[in-house]
């Protein structure tokens, strides 16, 4: 059975599409972008700000299935410019101590044009 995750704690879908979706004690997020949850907007200017962002909405949208960033086993992450990658990768261990699988890519345009997207798939629990 197929569980749909919503949560006013991260941005809503800009598209067709859910937060995330529940299966089988696995929670597989949608890409985040740096949108504020409350303005729907893109605040932080920086691949830093942009980072925190990012993850405080994966990490509402992982508590809202049952679920947290210590429980994740996998993320991708796209960077606009891999050349942020050290800002970012500082960033990005201070929250996910847990160190999940992680693919890492540059992509030439992401949403909005803002800097970085992360998804991850978690464990529920």
């Known amino acids: ?8 704690n991260a941005p809503r879908s800009i598209g067709p599409y859910t937060q995330a979706i529940k299966v089988n004690g696995l929670i597989f ?9 409350v303005s729907n907007t893109v605040e932080a200017t920086t691949i830093e700000g942009q980072t925190e962002q990012v993850i405080q909405n994966l990490k509402a949208v992982l508590e809202a299935a049952g679920s947290s960033l210590d429980q994740t086993v996998k993320t991708t992450c796209f960077l606009q410019k891999m050349s942020d990658f050290a800002a970012f990768n500082n960033v990005y261990a201070k929250h996910f101590t847990n160190k999940p699988a992680r693919s890492c890519v540059a992509a030439k345009e992401l949403p909005r044009n803002v800097l970085i997207e992360i998804d991850a798939v978690a464990v529920e629990g």
């Open 29 to 37: 997020t949608s890409g985040q972008i740096p949108l504020h949850p």
């Open 1 to 8: 059975m197929l569980e749909k995750i919503d949560t006013s």
